[in-house]
């Protein structure tokens, strides 16, 4: 059933893409067109400049849009932090999250005094902070 | 009209263009018909927009529950290890519904509501142990709450969808422009249940865990038992007095029942208990930072109601005093994996609550500490 209906997901859109491609052929088509016919008839001239230009604006700008949805449609991965800790000596490690670890659970003996390590936090820390402009 | 000018203008700059005539006039005359089709079929316009916005959020919602749906049956294929592909079972669980109680008469109805839960938390697990039979007890709360997130996520589509295809069907503006209104809510919904799915599919610690992660911290080192139910309890002495600390029982992904607990307790103690300390996530406003504390007074229990009624039950009996400290984060953080700021707000906390506890009783005395939450990822 899903894989059905994903299919249909990218036929539409690249059947969107299809349109897209051809308005910008077409407007480019125009522009070429202004070119030749400035010579004998500035003003179709001027009108086939005026929809080339708005063809290839509309066109990208489109594109531009869907490629952001893309973009957009990605779900991040965030990279989850595992901190070990020695309750002896002290000694700290950190790694990446592994399935089955869990905060206060006991795992591999410390490399320096042989005593089990526990596992203290597991957070995830987001990068580049934005802040929400209004003064509290 | 913003439009109409704009035409006008348009219209009088072309018209005065030299040599013209035929073409110019053909020009106003498509004006004219833009501009009648507008003052027409305007509203109608603005319908189909507002039809393509919705359409283009559940092509999303779509990506996302069907991501999810992806995530939940390989991870019963890794961890549970089924003879038997489980993807038609997870299928069917999808469109598990529960009816709620009628409340026309709302004496009682905690008590039958309570009892609908329960019937179903345990099917939900008799169902998680036939799809993957090899999970252990964590194992098996994980993938129940997974399976949740993603039966969340397709009835958001599901409805989505309908008010959607209502829309188009009957062409009423009212229908689509109700459900494009709360459009950005629901996606944000939408986009904190898959990330909660993935967290509970892996076993992460999430937000909601903050109050549980501080219950954690405090009875870390003592000796600990099971209360009902699905908690557990231990007695940690705090600045000389005595305090019981509850929290759901980790690391499975688990809220255990609180109010239980808590009340099991206060009977050991035949009532005399000098007060309830209750933390717990809750919901920030914009603007708000996340992590930051707040003090006050009530249960401070979320989900259905139910724990919040019995805990208020029982200390009304006792006259026990009940106060709360909560940690702020937004719905997406309370069920994505735990940030660092929720993290260190739970040391925060139980500076918090040493004071509270310093204020508010006297030496000797017995207290109650419970850690609400999601103890997914959390041991104790
Ligand atoms: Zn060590």
């Not at chain 2, 000389?240 to 609180?258: C, I």
Request: net charge neutral; glycine share 8%; proline share 3%.
């Amino acid at each position: 059933m899903s894989k059905a209906s994903t299919s249909t997901t990218s036929k539409i859109s690249s059947f969107v893409l299809m349109i897209i491609f051809v308005t910008l052929a077409l407007s480019l088509t125009a522009l070429i067109l202004a070119l030749y016919a400035f010579p004998q008839n500035p003003e179709a001239a001027g009108y086939l400049l005026l929809i080339g230009f708005l063809g290839v604006g509309l066109s990208t700008y489109v594109l531009l849009q869907t490629r952001r949805r893309i973009l957009r449609l990605r779900i991040e991965a965030t990279s989850i932090t595992t901190t070990i800790e020695c309750k002896k000596c002290g000694f700290k490690s950190l790694r990446e999250f592994q399935r089955g670890d869990y905060i206060f659970k006991e795992v591999e003996p410390c490399q320096k005094c042989n005593d089990k390590m526990l596992i203290t936090a597991i957070f995830r820390e987001i990068k580049g902070k934005r802040k929400e402009g209004f003064p509290s | 009209m913003d439009t109409l000018t704009v035409i006008n203008i348009l219209q009088s700059e072309i018209l005065q263009w030299p040599g013209g005539d035929a073409f110019s006039q053909i020009l106003s005359i498509l004006f004219y018909a833009i501009f009648i089709v507008f003052i027409f079929y305007g509203q109608r316009i603005q319908m189909y927009v507002m039809l393509r916005e919705v359409e283009g959020s559940l092509h999303k919602l779509k990506y996302i529950k069907d991501e999810g749906r992806k995530t939940t049956i390989e991870t019963i294929k890794e961890i549970g290890k089924p003879q038997t592909d489980p993807t038609t079972r997870v299928d069917r669980f999808l469109e598990y519904f529960t009816l709620l109680p009628q409340s026309l008469d709302p004496a009682g109805v905690v008590w039958k509501l309570e009892h609908i839960l329960d019937i179903r938390d345990a099917r939900f697990k008799d169902e998680v142990k036939l799809m993957a039979p090899a999970t252990d007890e964590t194992q098996t709360n994980n993938l129940e709450n997974t399976l949740e997130a993603a039966m969340a996520l397709n009835y958001i589509y599901k409805i989505i969808r309908h008010f959607y295809l209502l829309g188009k069907k009957t062409l009423s503006l009212y229908i689509i422009m109700q459900i494009q209104m709360i459009l950005p809510l629901v996606m944000r919904e939408a986009e904190a249940y898959a990330s909660a799915l993935k967290a509970f599919a892996y076993g992460q610690p999430i937000g909601d865990g903050a109050g549980a992660l501080v219950g954690a911290k405090l009875m870390y080192g003592h000796e600990k038992r099971k209360v009902p139910k699905d908690c557990v309890v231990s007695t940690v002495p705090i600045e000389g007095r005595t305090a019981y600390v509850v929290k759901a029982e980790g690391p499975g992904g688990n809220v255990g029942k609180t109010g239980d607990a808590i009340k099991t307790i206060i009977e050991e103690n035949e009532g005399k208990i000098a007060m309830i300390i209750m933390i717990d996530a809750a919901m920030k406003l914009e603007g708000e930072e996340v992590g930051e504390l707040a003090e006050g007074v009530g249960a401070a229990v979320g989900g259905p109601g139910v724990d919040q009624f019995k805990i208020e039950e029982s200390i009304l009996k006792y006259r026990i005093p009940i106060n709360a400290v909560i940690i702020k984060e937004d719905i997406g953080d309370a069920v994505s994996p735990m940030r660092k700021e929720i993290f260190d707000a739970a040391d925060m906390a139980i500076e918090r609550i040493k004071q509270v506890v310093l204020e508010k009783t006297k030496e000797g005395d017995k207290l109650i500490i419970a850690g609400i939450g999601n103890t997914i990822g959390i041991g104790q």
